[in-house]
T-cell receptor
């Protein structure tokens, strides 16, 4: 019974295409995130949504557009894919980080390869 | 500007010995620090955390130490087991910004 699931697991596509990665969580969490793990292996936050509202938008090209139809889903749409977009993208969810040290739960990742 | 750094990309330890993974940070606004473990083709999973007002937190074989003056934390695993072989990520949590910032990870290999 997967807590955070993202699809697809692997995605190979040509430069210039538009693609989407879907994410769903069944934990009842309020907050969802997209992280990008780049070639240097850093996990960098891209977006954070709380109850369908954008609360964090790091310096990410506007070709990347997150969409949250409800608080259990946060999809990532990428327009005009570039070679440098190749990375592993992780979706995560958590309750709002309050006084308790709550952790984020991650999906298994989507390995995007742009050729 | 990397706020969380793990300067050792890899570490190899004999089974049964102690594994020590290190992490440095620059952001004084972090309220908590967390360690995540990641197996290949899986997402990171939470391991242990520590509040910025504490200097030690222990959970079974895992202990995290925090030295705020040095802006340094470490994860101790003892005794190390083969199943501990994974990539370990250190992360700092800024509650005000609702942001979890990760280091680049250290690959731990436990040798039988």
């Amino acid at each position: 019974d997967t807590a955070v699931s993202q699809t697809p697991k692997y995605l190979v596509t040509q430069m210039g295409n538009d693609k989407s990665i879907k994410c769903e969580q069944n934990l009842g969490h309020d907050t969802m995130y997209w992280y990008k793990q780049d070639s240097k292996k850093f996990l960098k936050i891209m977006f954070s949504y709380n109850n369908k509202e954008l609360i964090i938008n790091e310096t990410v090209p506007n070709r990347f557009s997150p969409k949250s139809p409800d608080k259990a889903h946060l999809n990532l749409h990428i327009n005009s894919l570039e070679l440098g977009d190749s990375a592993v993208y992780f979706c995560a969810s958590s309750q709002i980080f309050g006084d308790m040290n709550t952790e984020a739960f991650f999906g298994q990742g989507t390995r995007l390869t742009v050729v | 500007d990397q706020q969380v750094k793990q300067n050792s990309p890899s570490l190899s330890v004999q089974e049964g010995r102690i594994s020590i993974l290190n992490c440095d940070y620059t952001n004084s606004m972090f309220d908590y620090f967390l360690w995540y473990k990641k197996y290949p083709a899986e997402g990171p999973t939470f391991l242990i955390s520590i509040s910025s007002i504490k200097d030690k937190n222990e959970d079974g074989r895992f202990t995290v130490f925090l030295n705020k003056s040095a802006k340094h934390l470490s994860l101790h695993i003892v005794p190390s087991q083969p199943g501990d072989s994974a990539v370990y990520f250190c992360a700092g949590l800024n509650q005000g910004a609702q942001k979890l910032v990760f280091g680049q990870g250290t690959r731990l290999t436990i040798n039988p």
